[in-house]
């Protein structure tokens, strides 16, 4: 699940993309409305949360932009005014949020909106006997939680979205460790490595194949045999 945040407080902006980058999200956090229109143009993004007062400009005009179909949007708002959240879910907003809000409630209140039907992704992504779901956090085989770390989590939801598909190693590495990050090696072996673990000893009915130099890819045994 990827997240737009768009705050130009820098202690709060940081802050928030730090938590929900620990709660599994993938989050790009911009401080202006022009820097928001370039990030939504440049990525597809599930949701996205807004800061009404911005350096350039009311955070409402972006949710009345034209174009392409703006993700679910959750507003954040330090004047506690009724007319303006009001205007908000007029605008198109899903959700509000008034400052100051606890980290926990703004992240129950994102995944309240990422569950929305109409959601860009789909909420549970299966294969064999595998369920993910992907606001919970949780990969499960026959109901049991299969207790993934945060990088293998990241990791399998990827594949998973793939359906089948392989999925290159540069696209992995930016989805576990951010962008532009320098990346050591082996790094996305081993979560490959604790992944493939993990799913072997669930009995969870894939496989995950490496394809040299390429990528990796994750398939139902039932496909692959
Ligand atoms: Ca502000």
Known sequence: ????????????RSMTAAYLAESGFVVDDVASL??????LDAAAYDAIILDLGLPDG????L?????????PALILT???SLAERIDGLNAGADDYLVKPFELDELQARLRAVLRRPGA???VALSLGDLVFDTISREARVGGRPLGLRRRETLLLEALLAARGRIVVRDVLDERLYGYGQEVT???LEAAVSRLRRALEAAGAGVRLETRRGIGYLLRAEAEAA
Not at 1 to 12: K, P, S, V
Not at 58 to 61: A, L, N, T
Not at 63 to 71: D, I, N, Q, S
């Open 1 to 12: 699940m990827r997240i737009l945040l768009i705050e130009d407080h820098e202690a709060l």
């Open 34 to 39: 022009e820097a928001a229109r370039e990030a």
């Open 58 to 61: 009311d955070g409402r005009s």
């Open 63 to 71: 949710l009345a932009r034209r174009g392409r179909p703006l993700p």
């Open 78 to 80: 330090a004047r506690d």
């Open 120 to 122: 860009r992704s789909e």
């Open 185 to 187: 090696p082996n790094a």
